[in-house]
């Protein structure tokens, strides 16, 4: 299983930025999917998570309501709509798969496969 996530960069605060997170072969159809973000000194933080189905998802406390996990089973590709983006955002950004994942999972050692990330920095 291949996870390659593409998408961030540099945006000032208030603007929006969508992250994408390609995977081989079936792998997001059978899984539940996850985004993480590290900043540079502090633990990898989950971010949103959404269930196997599509039909449950979650977020960390400090991105409800401005960020959105979203999938196409048919590109296998999952995305991370990020809106009203905070200097707090800036990290890097991994998105994690868990195989047969039956609910959202919010703990990264619940993930089977990792993606290398992608770095979003917003300046204020």
């Known amino acids: 299983v291949q996870l390659q996530a593409s998408g961030g960069g540099l945006m000032q605060a208030g603007g929006s930025l969508r992250l994408s997170c390609a995977a081989s072969?079936?792998?997001?159809?059978?899984?539940?999917m996850g985004w993480f973000r590290q900043a540079p000194g502090k633990e990898r933080e989950f971010v949103a998570g959404?269930?196997?189905?599509?039909?449950?998802?979650d977020y960390g406390d400090s991105v409800k309501g401005r960020f959105t996990i979203s999938r196409d089973n048919s590109k296998s590709t999952v995305y991370l709509q990020m809106n009203s983006l905070k200097p707090e955002d800036t990290a890097v950004y991994y998105c994690?798969?868990?195989?047969?994942?039956?609910?959202?999972?919010?703990?990264?050692?619940?993930?089977?496969?990792w993606g290398q990330g992608t770095k979003v920095t917003v300046s204020s």
């Open positions: 072969g079936r792998t997001v159809s059978s899984s539940a």
């Open positions: 994690a798969a868990r195989l047969f994942g039956l609910r959202v999972f919010t703990v990264k050692d619940e993930y089977n496969y």
């Open positions: 959404d269930s196997y189905s599509g039909g449950s998802t």
